[in-house]
């Protein structure tokens, strides 16, 4: 088979997780990327995805860092395969009043949740477009399109990853590079969700939660579709989320 890369910026331990397992599943070699604090956690998800007959690799990288971002890519063009998927999964979910929103808080969520994705998004459009060939995936939230309050920075940051969005898939989609965004609109089964919310286990009954491995395949199906008929903006939240 020939070989083909997939990286997954933002490859935590839920979603980003069950994005890399399902590409993984393609038969692709996944490479993790996530912040060198988390190193230990990154080869972890690698070797488990190795175990399961599948290809990964670790690499820990600040995602907001243009020279980082460079080097990233083009050690996978020349050590690993070309890079056939891109997927952006960072969150940078945080919560403060306006008044109480410092500088510091909405740079630092621009840079994650934005800026990052416009590194994600050049660097990988430069490797895959003199192949006309490859998927990039941008994962949006509910403050993608609403504000809602005491989410300015984040909100501010995925409207932006939105219209990075948008503005590539309209340049990148006639030269062959399918170009997505998807709001994730509801909680997700995480880590976070469990620590912090005492009904997950009745959500999780009900189908009231969002399943990592259901977004996982979501995301494979955007990779999959015919070039007659792409999405670019897919929503996806559970049967019972108000909206």
């Known amino acids: 088979m020939e070989k083909k890369a997939c990286l997954i910026i933002g490859a935590g331990d839920d979603t980003g997780a069950a994005i890399a397992r399902a590409f993984a599943a393609e038969g692709m070699i996944v490479c993790l990327a996530r912040r060198r604090r988390h190193a230990d956690a990154l080869e972890a998800l690698a070797q488990s995805i190795r175990d399961q007959g599948g290809k990964a ?18 050690r996978i063009e020349a050590e690993i395969a070309p890079l056939e998927v891109a997927v952006f999964n960072i969150g940078a979910n945080v919560r403060f009043g306006i008044r109480e929103t410092t500088a510091r808080v909405y740079r630092k969520v621009w840079e994650m949740a934005a800026f990052a994705g416009f590194l994600m998004g050049r660097e990988t459009a430069r490797v895959m477009t003199p ?3 490859g998927t990039i995936i941008f994962t949006g939230a509910t403050a993608s399109v609403r504000g809602s309050a005491g ?12 219209a990075l969005a948008q503005s590539m898939a309209r340049e990148l989609g006639p030269q062959n590079i399918h170009v997505a965004h998807v709001v994730i609109d509801g909680a997700i089964d995480s880590n976070f ?51």
């Open 57 to 74: 690799v670790a690499c820990p990288t600040d995602a907001r860092d243009e020279e980082e971002m460079a080097a990233l890519v083009d």
């Open 151 to 162: 989410f300015s920075a984040f909100a501010g940051a995925k409207f932006a990853l939105r």
């Open 193 to 243: 969700i469990r620590e912090n919310f005492p009904d997950v286990d009745q959500r999780r009954a009900d189908d009231a939660i969002l399943n990592p491995d259901a977004i996982a395949a979501n995301y494979v199906m955007l990779h999959n579709q015919p070039r007659t008929a792409w999405t670019h903006e897919l929503d996806l939240r559970p049967w019972k989320e108000t909206w």
């Open 131 to 133: 192949r006309r060939k």
